[in-house]
């Protein structure tokens, strides 16, 4: 596909003899092979790198006005929002984008899960992306430090101390990360440094994980292997361009509506008290977008227990290729898995509520149930469902589905009769 | 060569690796070690409290090291009830008298041991401390008693420098 690319002007071609750089391009973007039949869900890798990106660009400019120390760093954030020419529409767009970036990372990992996009030959794509939402959660929470609000301070106090869970070295470990003997100006600056870094970590893997895609190519709604360049496949541009244009233009009517309309509605009203170490505020919690893990944490009432449960509830998403025996990639095909996954993700937002709630009583219990069935899901459910499971029959192309009996018949004879 | 011969060229090529990684991990320690708490920060270690002011039930929070310290001179009421535990119902068992020198006064680092918020004062169900954020009960001697927290509240080194002063740290 990209080796019999030549641009057409003559300094393009100059540039490209040199450094084969436009070729890379042109391959990835343009006649790149894509299933024909890929729906909606399949738009969201696009508007995921588009995110990355206005995160990447807002935070550059906020950065121009912020100052990482303890005395400084709240005023510096009212500062953008009152002073700064548009600092206001800057920082929403900052925050909003990272909540709508979680939530495009939840649907197109979900995505992942109902049509099975994370087995063979895709499991490094699925690895790199488990990685690049480890990177997510560390960026997001260390951005949310930053405006040293009450919530701030409090949630970088909470989640720092999950350190100290570590047997023996826990507390040298914990006074290591803050630079001192509690959460103060030394950790908001090195969190800065970091949270500054890790977009452009995350943008490095953003390409590991593309490359990776387009070499057995994209998986599709049947879940199906289809031949690259046959009948089953359309170059990506202008098909797919078009479609993730749209898809986009859809999610920026969301996001302008949140920034625009609604831009502290995910936010705590508690972050725009300055972090006061004497006062804990009377309810915790992190950002939606952490509540379900927040919730593993809290099920547990012993400390390392309920550390190591929480990393373990991220971790295990590595091991997913393997965790499920099914051959069958896509959950049309696989009747059984297609109630489990559509369970998981119930119990998944089950768990966001209860870690929004206060960890006593009723909530506490369902909490530890809900906890257990996550696991189940991965290590009983899946794995037993490869071996019980009756899956249908698979279409030989993409077409077949869709095609009629009569077109089918003539498609069965045409073939016929060139064999 | 049939067998595996060691070589002079083997012998340097472990010698030199084991050189440089020895140059690595001694180079990588001061960027380690730059994070740990500084100069500056281990010169406030310690801070001295006049006592006078407190009455009988009434607490203090003092900021020591960039950490809330919680001062109680507890009523009489509250020391019985604090001595009168069975030690074997405790999840992590310490007597009253090892945990305050002067039973008046009760002097402790005021951070949940769970996850490091400051627990409130005279509440939760044994009277004592209880922490918001994840639900820990603490006793009138700051000891853990009822949620996730591991262990009591940490007593900070202090000595009482006269009647009515004290030095923390």
Same mark, same amino acid.
């Given at each position: ?312 509830? /991220?971790?295990?998403?590595?091991? $997913? @290729? ?5 051959? +069958?990639? %896509? #959950?049309?095909? &696989? ?52 071996? /019980?499971?009756?899956?249908?029959? $698979? @279409? ?5 589905? +869709?095609? %009629? #009996?009569?077109? &089918? ?11 | ?169």
């Amino acid at each position: 596909m990209s080796e019999n690319y030549a641009p057409k002007s003559a300094v393009g071609r100059w540039f490209n003899d040199r450094l084969p750089l436009l070729n890379l391009i042109y391959g990835h973007l343009l006649p790149y092979p894509t299933p024909k039949n890929l729906n909606y869900w399949w738009t969201f890798g696009g508007i995921l790198t588009f995110c990355l990106v206005t995160q990447i660009i807002t935070g550059l400019v906020l950065a121009m006005h912020y100052v990482a120390d303890a005395d400084l760093a709240f005023a510096s954030v009212e500062h953008i929002m009152r002073d700064v020419n548009y600092g206001w529409l800057l920082r929403y767009i900052h925050a909003n984008g990272a909540s709508l970036f979680f939530m495009a990372v939840y649907i197109h990992m979900a995505r992942s899960l109902f049509y099975g996009s994370y087995k063979e030959p895709r499991e490094l794509i699925w690895i790199i992306g488990v990685f690049i939402f480890l990177l997510m959660i560390a960026t997001a929470f260390m951005g949310y430090v930053l405006p040293w609000g009450q919530m701030s301070f409090w949630g970088a106090t909470v989640i720092t101390n999950l350190f100290s869970a570590i047997p023996l070295v826990g507390e040298s470990v914990t006074n290591w990360l803050w630079g001192g003997y509690a959460v103060g100006s030394p950790l908001l600056t090195r969190f800065f440094t970091l949270h500054y870094l890790m977009p452009f970590l995350i943008f490095a893997l953003v390409i590991l994980h593309v490359w990776a895609l387009h070499v057995p190519g994209n998986n599709n709604p049947e879940g199906i292997n289809v031949v690259q360049g046959s009948q089953d496949t359309v170059p990506f541009h202008p098909h797919y361009v078009v479609k993730d244009m749209f898809a986009l233009v859809v999610f920026l009517v969301v996001f302008a509506g949140f920034v625009f309309f609604v831009p502290n509605l995910l936010g705590h009203t508690d972050n725009y008290i300055e972090a006061n170490p004497l006062q804990t505020p009377e309810h915790i919690v992190p950002e939606w977008y952490f509540l379900p893990f927040y919730a593993i944490l809290r099920s547990v009432p012993d400390k390392l227990g309920g550390v190591i449960l929480m990393v373990s509830a /991220i971790a295990i998403l590595a091991f $997913l @290729p393997w965790l499920d025996t099914s051959k +069958v990639r %896509s #959950a049309k095909y &696989r009747p059984l898995y297609r109630q489990f996954v559509w369970l998981f993700f119930a119990n998944v937002i089950l768990l966001g509520y209860l870690g929004a709630q206060t960890a006593d009583g009723l909530f506490l219990i369902i909490g530890r149930i809900a906890t257990a069935y996550y696991f189940a899901h991965f290590i009983i459910i899946l794995p037993l469902l490869g071996y /019980i499971e009756k899956t249908k029959p $698979l @279409p030989k192309s993409l077409s077949e589905p +869709v095609l %009629s #009996a009569e077109e &089918r018949q003539m498609k069965a004879a045409a073939s016929g009769a060139s064999a | 060569m049939s067998e595996k011969q060691v070589t002079r060229r083997n012998f340097l090529y472990v010698t030199t690796g084991a050189f440089a990684a020895a140059g690595a991990a001694s180079l990588a320690w001061p960027f380690v070690d730059q994070m740990n708490p500084d100069a500056s920060v281990k010169a406030l270690a310690s801070t001295e409290i006049d006592l006078r002011p407190i009455i009988p039930g009434q607490s203090i929070t003092v900021m020591w090291r960039g950490k809330p310290v919680f001062i109680r001179r507890r009523t009489q009421a509250e020391i019985d009830e604090a001595k009168t535990v069975n030690l074997a119902d405790l999840p992590h068992p310490e007597a009253d008298s090892d945990r305050a020198q002067n039973p008046e006064w009760l002097v402790m680092v005021g951070i949940c041991t769970h996850l490091g918020c400051v627990p409130l004062g005279q509440k939760g169900d044994y009277n004592g401390w209880f922490c918001p954020c994840h639900g820990s009960h603490y006793d009138t001697s700051g000891r853990i008693r009822k949620g996730p927290a591991p262990t009591n509240l940490e007593i900070p080194d202090y000595v009482f420098l006269n009647e009515t002063t004290i030095k923390i740290g």
